[in-house]
């Protein structure tokens, strides 16, 4: 698990509204609870693998753009 504990993860009205829509859906599928929570846990897991995954490629792009900016401005 990677520390994102420094960097607040805003999310967009859409992810908010998607959110509602997979709960709707969730709570609609003939689950006990266990079942419930392990899928919920699932898809929490899968959303902050995603959102870890694209900060680092951001992170990653930001880094080789400020260097190829750099390199290509030294006299």
Avoid: W, Y
Avoid at 26 to 55: K, Y
């Amino acid at each position: 698990m990677r520390d994102t504990d420094s960097v607040k993860i805003r999310r967009s009205a859409e992810f908010t509204a998607i959110s509602h829509k997979v709960g709707g859906h969730l709570n609609a599928l003939p689950l006990d609870s266990e079942q419930h929570n392990r899928l919920v846990a699932l898809i929490a897991e899968q959303v902050i693998e995603a959102e870890s995954t694209a900060f680092l490629q951001g992170v990653e792009l930001g880094v080789r753009m400020g260097r190829e900016c750099s390199s290509t401005h030294i006299s």
